[in-house]
């Protein structure tokens, strides 16, 4: 790859190959540059280090299951939704937990992101800052979940949990507690 055709997003995204393939610990911008066939140094125009590379990597799976969520009809069908595309990608992509619990995010990065799920919420009547909350649960249900039990197979009791969290957040709205 010639440098002129080197970017973040490209970076990024082999990085997320590399993690796949080889898990977390093996993700390094040496590596990334040899997979790339451009010199380390190259990186570093685009890349700060390896925890700015992590940070970047983790934003981009967010923001892909942002992508995979389903519309819906209702707020809790959509964080139904979003759940459920955390939970894919979460056990699909080898790592994912641990990219999720060692990357720092920049604030604007998280607030962005945290922004998006608070307005798609927002449509259906949920205030700004429940729906922050309800996010960090479901995220961390996922997260904790597929951390826990991380197979596919464990969909069903996963299905339950959130099922469950889901009736509490409808409890809530209905009581207004």
């Known amino acids: 790859m010639s440098f002129s055709k080197l970017d973040r997003d490209g970076i990024v995204q082999e990085a997320l190959a590399l993690l796949n393939e080889e898990g977390l610990a093996q993700v390094s911008l040496r590596k990334i540059a040899a997979r790339l066939d451009v010199r380390v140094s190259s990186l570093y125009w685009h890349i700060r280090d390896r925890d700015e590379l992590l940070a970047l990597m983790c934003e981009a799976v967010f923001r892909n299951c942002l992508e995979q969520t389903a519309s819906a009809d209702r707020w809790d069908e959509w964080l139904r939704n979003f759940a ?23 604030q604007p990065v998280k607030e962005s992101l945290q922004d998006v799920v608070a307005r798609q919420l927002g449509s259906f009547g949920i205030a700004h800052d429940l729906g922050g909350i309800m996010q960090m649960s479901i995220q961390a249900l996922v997260t904790g979940w597929s951390t826990l039990v991380p197979s596919p197979e464990s969909r069903r009791e996963f299905d339950m949990a959130l099922a469950v969290l889901l009736d509490g957040w409808r409890q809530r709205q209905e009581t207004g507690d």
């Open 84 to 106: 459920i595309a955390l939970w894919n990608k979460q056990v699909s992509l080898r790592d994912c937990q641990k990219l999720i619990i060692v990357s720092t995010l920049d």
